[in-house]
């Protein structure tokens, strides 16, 4: 139990579909991460949030949104996506921003664009 | 450009020892992190250097070399659970990590 958990575990969606993805934090912590997981690449750190302010945001296409209306909840909202953002979204937390400390993560949502 | 090198694949047998290396090309440095994650899994943090040297936890231990820009992660006591993929990550100057591919370890009885 790493105190980190996403919903859904699986989603599958059609290139027209919305759809959002959830993370919740039990740790207490100030710092929020997505990150994409693609095969055999290393992780692709998308946004990170700090006291629920967006502090990076990595050039990530505008299909995907971001929210974090709290330090313990952040979810990645959906649209429009493309067959090639199918990949494992993974949500972490850590105590403060900026990876200055272990970064702990949640167990992933795999996604799938038909 | 950062750049972190792992080997994609490696195979050991169970009760032996595997050493996973890991090299970085980086700007600055603030520590280096392994991770492991099971298939379907959330990465679960191991082990953090930032000093030169052997940190020893259990079963597992990271090694680092600043100087030659290398890490190695042991394995001691390889256990079928143990199969998993491993994660180095470094922190740059600007405390941002920079990730490896991962090491997929497949331990066979």
């Known amino acids: 139990e790493t105190g980190v958990t996403q919903t859904p575990r699986h989603l599958v969606m059609g290139m027209t579909n919305k759809k959002s993805l959830k993370c919740e934090q039990h740790?207490?912590?100030?710092?929020m991460y997505w990150y994409k997981q693609s095969a055999k690449k290393p992780l692709e750190l998308m946004f990170v949030y700090s006291l629920e302010e967006r502090v990076e945001n990595n050039s990530v296409p505008s299909r995907f949104s971001p929210e974090c209306p709290n330090s313990s909840h952040l979810f990645l909202h959906l649209h429009t996506l493309q067959p090639e953002d199918s990949a494992l979204y993974l949500c972490?937390?850590?105590?403060?921003?900026?990876?200055?400390?272990?970064?702990?993560f949640g167990p992933g949502t795999r996604l799938t664009v038909l | 450009g950062q750049n972190i090198d792992q080997p994609t694949e490696m195979t050991a047998t169970e009760g032996a020892i595997v050493q996973i290396n890991c090299t970085y090309q980086?700007?600055?440095?603030?520590?280096l992190f392994w991770y492991q994650q099971h298939a379907g899994e959330a990465p679960t943090f191991l082990s953090y250097?930032?000093l030169d040297g052997l940190e020893e936890k259990g079963r597992f231990s990271s090694f680092l070399s600043r100087s030659k820009g290398y890490s190695y992660l042991l394995l001691k006591e390889l256990q079928m659970k143990d199969s998993a993929s491993y994660l180095c990550?470094?922190?740059?100057?600007?405390?941002?990590?920079?990730w490896g591919a991962g090491t997929k370890l497949i331990i066979k009885p």
């Open positions: 980086t700007s600055g440095f603030n520590g």
């Open positions: 740790l207490g912590h100030n710092a």
């Open positions: 990550a470094v922190r740059d100057s600007n405390y941002q990590l920079i």
């Open positions: 250097n930032v």
């Open positions: 972490a937390s850590s105590q403060t921003p900026g990876a200055s400390d272990t970064q702990y």
